[in-house]
């Protein structure tokens, strides 16, 4: 069985590779630890100009909606703060520059936990959630190594746990049942997403569609949540050895 609930940490930051990733990935359990008090920060690695079905669609004015519709969903989660780092959306790559990105922003939030993608997810086809995987780990040693990032003039920091959402083997879970309506409130900010990603076709019968998508998210909830014996949860591989 896995373990269940860390206590609520005193900072979180949260690092997701598009706009959305962190409100799917690990939204009702920032949600819980932001309104039991915890400082929540998010970090966001692409402009999300690909997001979209839509052949003829502004590039521009789609990188300008996704970062509203972002700050819409941080509002919601109750996160203080959200950062960009503005790749173009599918080319994120593992350069040094965005490794002291975030080891800048580990060392200025020094969190307790840090969030993000499992990067060592088996058969993971979209290369910007592999290559954010990888480059926030990276980062976390970055951070917490005083000879790493010597041009980040913070003092390292080394956080408690790392938790790694849509895992290969996850082995802990952090229970969401008074929070999961939070995070599909906060997924539903994002508006660009609901036909490619939410399911959601705005020209067709959305109250109907809205639920059912609050449907699968209910379903993947209990599926995290039987791991540890819970109702409603989000599961992820927990990380202590930093």
């Known amino acids: 069985m896995s373990s ?13 590779a598009h706009p959305d990733d962190v409100e799917f990935g690990c939204g009702g ?14 970090l966001v690695l692409t402009d999300g100009s690909k997001g979209t079905w839509d052949p003829d669609a502004d590039a521009r004015a789609l990188v300008r909606q996704r970062a509203t519709e972002q700050a819409s969903a941080a509002a919601m989660l109750g996160a203080v703060r959200t950062e960009h780092l503005g790749a173009v959306d599918g080319e994120l790559t593992e350069t040094d ?9 580990i060392r200025r939030v020094q969190p307790t936990v840090v969030v993000g993608h499992d990067p060592w997810k088996r058969y993971r086809l979209h290369p910007d959630h592999r290559h954010a995987g990888f480059l926030t780990v990276d980062a976390l040693v970055d951070a917490r190594d005083p000879q790493f990032c010597p ?5 390292p920091h080394r956080p408690a746990h790392l938790l790694l959402f849509e895992a290969d083997e996850p082995d802990h879970v952090e229970r969401i049942d008074a929070t999961i309506d939070t995070k599909i409130d906060a997924l539903l900010c994002h508006r660009s997403q609901w036909r490619s990603t939410l399911g959601i076709d705005p020209g067709g019968d959305v109250t109907r569609e809205i639920e059912a998508f609050r449907g699968r998210i209910h379903t993947t909830a209990v599926a995290d949540a039987a791991l540890a014996g819970a109702v409603l949860g989000e599961a ?7």
């Open 97 to 105: 520059a965005a490794r002291a990105f975030i080891c800048e922003a």
């Open 236 to 242: 992820f591989k927990l990380v202590d050895e930093i």
């Open 29 to 42: 359990t920032i949600a819980k630890w932001a309104k039991a008090g915890a400082e929540v920060e998010l």
């Open 4 to 16: 269940i609930d860390l206590p609520t940490p005193a900072r979180v930051l949260a690092i997701g």
């Open 151 to 155: 041009d980040v003039d913070l003092a």
